[in-house]
C-alpha cells in the first residue's frame, strides 16, 4: 500500500459495545494496519504494558503534550484523560499504512476537524437489553459504575448520526466481515444514509 492509498479509520463506540475485540481481531487479520496507541492518565493494569496497550503519563506530562499541540484528539472518560499523539498518526500515514484510531465520541469529532478526509464507524450493541448483559457480564464493577456506564453508553448512542457508517455488534464474526468491508471501501450498506442501516439503529435506540 502506498502512502496515497493510506487512510484514517477512527472506531468510536458505547462501553459494552465490543470495540476493543473487534479492533484486535481487525488489526490481527490485516498485519498491514497500524494502531494507533493512546496516551491516559489512568492507572497501568497488570496485564497491561507501556507502549503496547497505552501510553501512560501523568497528568501533568499529558498537559504538556496537550499545550504543545501534539495531541491530535484528547477526552476525559472516566475521570481519566486520552489522547491521540499526532506525530504517531502522521508517520504511519506518510510510511504507507492505513490507521485505525479507537477512541471516543469526542475525539472523534476533533480528529474529523483536524483531519476531514478520515473516515469514521461507530459500532452499537445489538439492543439495550444485550448492552445491559455485556456490561454486568464483566463481573468487576458494581451496580452503581455499571449504572454509570450504562448512562454514559445511551448518551454516546445518541452521536451515532455523525459517523459514516455503523457496524452492530450482535455477532462478532459478521461484525468484523462488515468492518472489513467499510475499510476495503465496500460498506454502502452501512453507511449512515442508508434507509435500512437507519432503521436498524431506530430500533435499538427505543
Known amino acids: 500500500m502506498n502512502a496515497a492509498a493510506s487512510r484514517l479509520f477512527v472506531i468510536a463506540a458505547p462501553s459494552g459495545a465490543g470495540k476493543t475485540t473487534l479492533v484486535q481481531a481487525i488489526t490481527r487479520n490485516n498485519p498491514e494496519l497500524r494502531f494507533s496507541i493512546s496516551y491516559t492518565t489512568r492507572k497501568q493494569r497488570r496485564n497491561e504494558a507501556h507502549g503496547r496497550d497505552y501510553l501512560f503519563v501523568g497528568v501533568d506530562e499529558f498537559e504538556r503534550l496537550r499545550a504543545d499541540g501534539e495531541m491530535l484528539e484528547s477526552a476525559t472518560v472516566f475521570d481519566n484523560l486520552y489522547g491521540t499523539s499526532r506525530e504517531q498518526v502522521e508517520q504511519h500515514l506518510a510510511d504507507g499504512h492505513s490507521v485505525i484510531l479507537e477512541i471516543d465520541w469526542q475525539g472523534a469529532q476533533q480528529v ?90 431506530s430500533g435499538i435506540l427505543r
Open 112 to 201: 474529523r476537524e483536524s483531519m476531514p478526509e478520515c473516515v469514521t464507524i461507530f459500532i452499537m450493541p445489538p439492543s439495550h437489553d444485550e448492552l445491559v448483559r455485556r456490561l454486568r457480564s464483566r463481573g468487576t464493577d458494581s451496580d452503581e459504575v455499571i449504572a454509570r456506564r450504562l448512562r454514559d453508553a445511551l448518551s454516546d448512542m445518541a452521536h451515532w448520526e455523525e459517523f459514516d457508517y455503523v457496524v452492530i455488534n450482535d455477532n462478532l464474526d459478521q461484525a468484523v466481515a462488515d468492518l472489513e468491508s467499510v475499510l476495503a471501501g465496500h460498506g454502502e450498506a452501512l453507511a449512515t444514509s442508508n434507509e435500512a442501516l437507519r432503521g436498524a439503529v
